[in-house]
């Protein structure tokens, strides 16, 4: 007896207008298709940037009543009043929108390494306007968090939605997110390059051929408006180059060293803050913005420097020539206020902080040895700069882009030599002591198995469902041996799952078990039964399917439809699960390398 499993044929529409099939087609079957799309993508992210930008800018000068070109962290003059309630008001706001839209957007708020990840470049528009607007209230009543994240998000949810309306494959869809992504790190910086590394080592996961030239196109439009719109210089170093020698190299890997283990505190102190912050749970956690905002503005009281990203601080003190006391007293008071506003609900990210926060920290190191080795120390300059690629590289775990970041925000390559070998040391100490940057600690802390931006969604897609056959061969569990042997014949049949009285899977019978017996009792198929207790529901993945075909040492297993009801759906076997796996595995490598 077989049976059939029933199966939906219907073909639903989708669910956005389609781009014609002409420019579909062109862009699907031609590489010069994909670059032009690029461009745009590029064009749009830069346009963005500026207007987020602008928005900031005048957010700041509203709220805190600051000029409009000043930066909000190196103004000096606000009143305590408004240093001190403006963030318990964006807390507020912030905590207001939280409950307006708890639940709505619910598995719509993946960013754009999570989207690459497992979702194959699907990155929702809805959810993504939603971050995007949190992130600009958060920066703009002053939180100390910067914008880069809410930039990222928004050019990402365009790119991936201009994407949709073009069909496009799976894996060109995941490099036209890195598309937007590398415009708006291009943008915000106006460091091209940069933008384009961040891409491929965040955001894409891979360096390949195929995608240089449409990642390239789109950071370089993108900074090309972007450097029309807004206002955009270079960053002051103080000092002069230090010259490269051993002794030169030898500091730079202690600055790596240093700037490692700070990168790890940071990311810690923000998964502290965010444990701290989730015992205020009564009001369903409405409170916890609002004192976070509350606790942000008294550390504001004692320095500036703490709210909103730090562009305007970090340059001040880059070339004030600060105490040793006045950079460590930054350095933890920027930790802990990033620490507070992103544990307690302010929405943005790290990027920028650790920009700041590795500057300091090379300067701290400057102006601490300088005393006792003035002659051996490296120059201010120097020490910064390569800091600030190597605690940059500790958190956003990008140290091709943090060197071409060092590089194109100063504009003096000898400035970035230390840069290349601090970053190297940062990016090799974290992977080893800690496994994550920051995005994937926050996958890890949520339950999320992500180790990065590399397409693992499809993996997921492999579950026990897609794998079956439908078409399996049936009979009961109190059927004779001798009729089932008549029944079923070895040439066609080779396995016979059970069901008992009640319909519910009760093991499986192998077709060369079943004929091996040679009886004259009127025994029940029952008696041959094997892996009574080992089935599989659908939603199992490929690693739980495997995990059972070790355990159990079957070569074939059941699928049942729920664990409390086990009537069974289908059959999955071993050889086939390999099979196709190996051939997803193949055709992904395909797509990653050749269009």
């Given at each position: 007896?077989?049976?059939?499993?029933?199966?939906?044929?219907?073909k639903?529409?989708?669910?956005?207008?389609?781009?014609?099939?002409a420019?579909?087609?062109?862009?699907?079957h031609?590489?010069?298709?994909?670059?032009s799309?690029?461009?745009?993508?590029?064009?749009?992210?830069g346009?963005?940037?500026?207007?987020?930008s602008?928005?900031?800018?005048?957010?700041?000068?509203?709220?805190?009543?600051?000029p409009?070109?000043?930066h909000?962290?190196?103004?000096?003059?606000?009143?305590?009043?408004?240093?001190?309630?403006?963030p318990?008001?964006?807390?507020?706001?912030?905590?207001?929108i939280?409950?307006?839209?708890?639940?709505?957007?619910?598995?719509?708020?993946?960013?754009?390494?999570?989207?690459?990840?497992?979702?194959?470049?699907?990155?929702?528009?809805?959810?993504?306007?939603?971050?995007?607007?949190?992130?600009?209230?958060?920066?703009?009543?002053?939180?100390?968090v910067?914008?880069e994240?809410?930039y990222?998000q928004?050019?990402?949810?365009?790119?991936?939605?201009?994407?949709?309306?073009?069909?496009?494959?799976?894996?060109?869809?995941?490099?036209?997110?890195?598309?937007?992504?590398?415009?708006?790190?291009?943008?915000?910086?106006s460091?091209?390059?940069?933008?384009?590394?961040?891409?491929?080592?965040?955001?894409?996961?891979?360096?390949?051929?195929?995608?240089?030239?449409?990642?390239?196109?789109s950071?370089v439009?993108?900074w090309?408006?972007?450097?029309?719109?807004?206002?955009?210089?270079?960053?002051?170093?103080?000092?002069?180059?230090?010259?490269?020698?051993?002794?030169?190299?030898?500091?730079?890997?202690?600055?790596?060293?240093?700037?490692?283990?700070a990168?790890?505190?940071l990311m810690?102190?923000?998964?502290?803050?965010?444990?701290?912050?989730?015992?205020?749970?009564f009001?369903?956690?409405?409170?916890?913005?609002?004192?976070?905002?509350?606790?942000?503005?008294?550390?504001?009281?004692?320095t500036?420097?703490?709210?909103?990203?730090?562009?305007?601080?970090m340059?001040?003190?880059?070339?004030?020539?600060?105490?040793?006391?006045?950079l460590?007293t930054?350095?933890v008071?920027?930790?802990?206020?990033?620490?507070?506003?992103?544990?307690?609900?302010?929405?943005g990210g790290?990027?920028?902080?650790?920009l700041?926060?590795?500057?300091?920290?090379?300067?701290?190191?400057?102006?601490?040895?300088s005393?006792?080795?003035?002659n051996?120390?490296?120059?201010?300059?120097t020490?910064?700069?390569a800091?600030?690629?190597?605690?940059?590289?500790?958190?956003?775990?990008?140290?091709?882009?943090?060197?071409?970041?060092?590089?194109e925000?100063?504009?003096?390559?000898?400035v970035?030599?230390?840069?290349v070998v601090?970053s190297?040391?940062?990016?090799?100490?974290?992977?080893?002591?800690?496994?994550?940057?920051?995005?994937t600690?926050?996958?890890?802390l949520?339950?999320?198995?992500i180790?990065?931006?590399?397409?693992?969604?499809?993996?997921?897609?492999?579950?026990?469902?897609?794998?079956?056959r439908?078409?399996?061969?049936?009979?009961?569990?109190?059927?004779?041996?001798?009729?089932?042997?008549?029944l079923?014949?070895?040439a066609?049949v080779?396995?016979?799952?059970?069901r008992?009285a009640s319909?519910?899977?009760?093991?499986?019978?192998?077709?060369?078990?079943?004929?091996?017996?040679?009886?004259?009792?009127?025994?029940?198929?029952?008696?041959l039964?094997?892996?009574?207790?080992?089935?599989l529901?659908?939603d199992?993945?490929?690693r739980?399917?495997?995990?059972?075909?070790?355990?159990?040492?079957?070569?074939?297993l059941?699928?049942v439809d729920r664990?409390?009801h086990?009537?069974?759906i289908?059959t999955?076997?071993?050889?086939?699960?390999?099979?196709?796996?190996g051939?997803?595995?193949?055709?992904?490598?395909?797509?990653?390398?050749?269009?």
């Amino acid at each position: 007896m077989t049976y059939f499993a029933p199966v939906d044929t219907a073909k639903k529409p989708p669910a956005y207008y389609l781009l014609p099939a002409a420019l579909r087609n062109f862009v699907r079957h031609r590489e010069t298709g994909v670059v032009s799309v690029g461009i745009v993508i590029g064009l749009l992210s830069g346009l963005l940037v500026a207007i987020i930008s602008k928005l900031s800018q005048a957010t700041h000068a509203l709220l805190f009543d600051i000029p409009s070109d000043a930066h909000l962290s190196a103004t000096g003059v606000i009143s305590w009043q408004r240093t001190l309630l403006i963030p318990v008001i964006g807390g507020l706001v912030l905590a207001a929108i939280g409950y307006l839209f708890a639940g709505k957007l619910k598995g719509q708020l993946a960013d754009a390494i999570e989207a690459n990840a497992l979702y194959g470049g699907r990155v929702s528009m809805r959810g993504s306007l939603l971050i995007s607007i949190q992130t600009l209230l958060s920066n703009g009543f002053g939180g100390s968090v910067g914008l880069e994240a809410g930039y990222t998000q928004i050019c990402a949810a365009f790119s991936s939605h201009v994407g949709k309306r073009l069909a496009a494959r799976r894996s060109d869809m995941r490099l036209l997110v890195a598309c937007g992504a590398a415009g708006a790190i291009s943008a915000a910086f106006s460091a091209p390059l940069a933008g384009a590394f961040f891409a491929f080592e965040v955001v894409l996961g891979a360096y390949t051929s195929a995608g240089l030239v449409p990642v390239i196109a789109s950071s370089v439009a993108s900074w090309l408006v972007a450097r029309q719109l807004t206002q955009q210089a270079f960053l002051m170093v103080p000092g002069f180059p230090s010259p490269v020698s051993v002794e030169m190299i030898g500091q730079t890997v202690l600055i790596g060293v240093i700037c490692a283990f700070a990168s790890i505190i940071l990311m810690l102190a923000v998964a502290f803050s965010e444990r701290c912050f989730a015992r205020l749970s009564f009001f369903g956690g409405f409170l916890r913005p609002i004192l976070g905002g509350a606790l942000l503005g008294a550390l504001a009281l004692l320095t500036p420097t703490v709210l909103g990203a730090g562009h305007g601080a970090m340059q001040i003190l880059l070339v004030s020539n600060p105490t040793w006391l006045l950079l460590t007293t930054t350095i933890v008071l920027k930790m802990l206020a990033s620490a507070i506003s992103l544990g307690s609900g302010f929405r943005g990210g790290l990027f920028f902080a650790s920009l700041m926060l590795g500057a300091l920290v090379g300067q701290l190191y400057s102006v601490v040895l300088s005393s006792p080795f003035p002659n051996l120390t490296l120059q201010p300059g120097t020490a910064a700069i390569a800091a600030l690629a190597a605690l940059g590289t500790g958190v956003i775990g990008a140290p091709f882009s943090m060197i071409c970041l060092a590089l194109e925000i100063t504009g003096d390559f000898s400035v970035t030599v230390g840069a290349v070998v601090a970053s190297s040391v940062s990016a090799l100490l974290v992977r080893e002591l800690f496994g994550y940057s920051f995005a994937t600690w926050r996958f890890h802390l949520r339950g999320e198995v992500i180790r990065g931006p590399q397409d693992v969604g499809w993996i997921q897609q492999l579950s026990a469902t897609s794998l079956m056959r439908s078409d399996f061969d049936s009979a009961p569990d109190t059927m004779p041996i001798l009729e089932a042997q008549k029944l079923f014949s070895p040439a066609q049949v080779r396995q016979i799952v059970l069901r008992s009285a009640s319909g519910a899977y009760s093991g499986l019978v192998s077709s060369a078990d079943l004929h091996s017996i040679a009886t004259q009792d009127d025994l029940p198929l029952s008696t041959l039964a094997q892996h009574r207790d080992e089935f599989l529901l659908p939603d199992a993945t490929i690693r739980e399917i495997m995990t059972a075909f070790e355990r159990s040492e079957a070569d074939v297993l059941a699928v049942v439809d729920r664990a409390d009801h086990a009537a069974a759906i289908g059959t999955v076997s071993e050889a086939h699960v390999l099979r196709t796996y190996g051939e997803e595995l193949e055709r992904r490598n395909q797509e990653l390398f050749f269009r």
